[in-house]
């Protein structure tokens, strides 16, 4: 399973940006996917899930302003994310597991940069 990241970019707090996460090879044992983001000295954090069946989680310092779906036909995951905020900075990463809880993750992609200025 390849997964390749695009949608990165610079915005201003308050902005909005949609990343992609476009899925290739055997993709059919794969039970959910997600997103998790790194800040520059911190740890990788869950983001946002979806599972195979399309159920969705979030972070509680996302929910409301960020949403996690697919277009199953095209085997992408996006991310939308609006009222961007400075502390959503950081090198986000698309993931896939076998597992539906995500117990462990399988594969990553090669990550995108998300900056949001003050």
């Known amino acids: 399973v390849q997964l390749v990241e695009s949608g990165g970019g610079l915005v201003q707090a308050g902005g909005s940006l949609r990343l992609s996460c476009a899925a290739s090879?055997?993709?059919?044992?794969?039970?959910?996917m997600g997103w998790y983001r790194q800040a520059p000295g911190k740890e990788r954090d869950l983001v946002a899930t979806i599972t195979s069946g399309g159920s969705t989680s979030y972070v509680d310092s996302v929910k409301g302003r960020f949403t996690i779906f697919r277009d199953s036909a095209a085997n992408t995951m996006y991310l939308q994310m609006n009222s961007l905020k400075p502390e959503d900075t950081a090198v986000y990463y698309c993931?896939?597991?076998?597992?539906?809880?995500?117990?462990?993750?399988?594969?990553w992609g090669q990550g995108t940069q998300v900056t949001v200025s003050s």
């Open positions: 090879g055997n993709i059919f044992s794969i039970n959910a």
């Open positions: 993931a896939a597991s076998y597992y539906i809880d995500m117990y462990s993750i399988d594969y």
